[in-house]
């Protein structure tokens, strides 16, 4: 998450402390000294299933380290979430702290999700290896809708999706560029 989020706007963001973006390894919290935080689906089944506590555990600890200001929101990155839009990017920027649950393998096991999960937000209708790169995403666009993350406050307003629709093309110079103009 960290090389993604250190870099262009974001990286500015975070370097400006405008954004800070603290991940918390779930391993740290393992329940053996293997660093073991997954097991085997119960009643069956092929994968493996991220365990309830090492997530309880670190979750706990997320939420030490967050201020006590009731505008904290537990997030999961799951493909049965609601999925991802500038209307809930919007709703999400004004949280002072958000917790990222980013699930793995077969994803999380349910009874941690129904514990400590506000919602569940989706990128879209298809199978990524984990929840880290939809994380990254989730957090770029919530940056942008930060007070100074964008050196004009305007041009927030103008972005696609601002107001349900899609901006119009754009142009560079020259006026004519391999016979196809402006």
């Known amino acids: 998450i960290m090389s993604c989020v250190h870099t262009s706007i974001t990286g500015r963001a975070i370097d400006n402390e405008l954004l800070a973006v603290d991940p918390i390894n779930i391993r740290d919290f393992a329940l053996d000294a293997y660093g073991k935080v ?11 299933l991220m365990m309830c506590q090492p997530i309880y555990d ?14 904290l929101r537990t997030i999961y990155m799951s493909p049965k979430g609601r999925v991802l839009t500038q209307q809930k990017v919007i709703e999400l920027s004004t949280y002072k702290h958000i917790i990222l ?9 349910q009874r941690v999700v129904d ?3 506000d919602e569940e937000i989706s990128i879209g209708d298809y199978v990524l290896t984990g929840g880290e790169l939809p994380a990254c995403i989730l957090i770029d666009a919530v940056a942008r809708m ?37």
């Open 58 to 71: 670190a979750w706990h600890a997320a939420q030490k380290k967050a201020s006590k200001e009731p505008a």
């Open 146 to 182: 930060l007070r100074g993350v964008l050196p004009h406050p305007e041009a927030i307003d103008d972005e696609s999706h601002m107001h349900g629709l899609l901006e119009s093309a754009h142009y560079t110079r020259p006026d004519v560029w391999h016979g196809r103009r402006v």
């Open 38 to 48: 997954d097991d085997s689906l119960y009643g069956g089944g092929h994968g493996m």
């Open 115 to 117: 514990e400590i999960v």
């Open 101 to 109: 649950l980013c699930g793995h393998y077969e994803g999380v096991d």
